[in-house]
């Protein structure tokens, strides 16, 4: 049973950066597609990134792929996704998922492991 957990979120100025964590545990991580995805108040849970197993095939929103970089660190068990030039519009939850498919995967439905999320707020 994988567990997820994210950090890494917080209050920042529109234009400024953040970078995401989210540390694994209870399974063999670098067996799993990762992913990130977000939800707005009063919004369906959307996609952000996406990473497969080893690492060296990503994806992205269209609206984000400028801005947003998703990596991991199979030695450490951590997936991260670095966020730049911050807009008010990405005020959300954030959260990581896990997938034993070995590809990319970009639909929520993919995904069997899910954490509780971190919040991001991006002030005017």
């Known amino acids: 049973q994988m567990q997820l957990v994210e950090s890494g979120g917080g209050l920042v100025q529109a234009g400024g950066s953040l970078r995401l964590s989210c540390a694994a545990s209870g399974g063999t991580f670098s067996r799993y597609a990762m992913g990130w995805f977000r939800q707005a108040p009063g919004k369906e849970r959307e996609f952000v990134a996406a990473?497969?197993?080893?690492?060296?095939?990503?994806d992205y929103s269209d609206s984000l792929k400028d801005r947003f970089t998703i990596y991991r660190a199979n030695a450490r068990n951590t997936l991260y996704l670095h966020m730049d030039s911050l807009k008010p519009e990405d005020t959300a939850v954030y959260f990581c998922?896990?997938?034993?498919?070995?590809?990319?995967?970009?639909?929520?439905?993919?995904?069997?492991?899910w954490g509780q999320g971190t919040q991001v707020t991006v002030s005017s």
């Open positions: 998922a896990a997938s034993p498919l070995n590809r990319v995967v970009t639909n929520r439905r993919g995904y069997d492991y």
């Open positions: 990473i497969n197993w080893i690492g060296d095939t990503t």
